[in-house]
């Protein structure tokens, strides 16, 4: 369930954890690289996401090089 009407969710895999819960991800479906921050109930809940976690990402219809992980699948 999308938190914007418009957002496009995808499923990739961390490739690198970086500074301020921010993450390199490959996506499965074109193997691209893209930026992903974790989203504020995740934040919250102290959802840990580590290297190799297979995640939801969710994308703004304006920017498709960054997104927010929504779920660690």
């Not at 996506?27 to 976690?53: C, N, T």
């Amino acid at each position: 369930m999308p938190v914007l009407k418009n957002a496009r969710q995808e499923e990739g895999v961390v490739e690198e954890a970086l500074p301020a819960a921010t993450f390199k991800i490959r996506l499965l479906k074109d193997q691209r690289m893209v930026h992903g921050y974790l989203a504020g109930k995740m934040r919250i809940y102290h959802i840990r996401i580590i290297p190799g976690d297979k995640v939801l990402i969710e994308f703004s219809p304006y920017d498709n090089e960054k997104g927010r992980i929504t779920r660690r699948l």
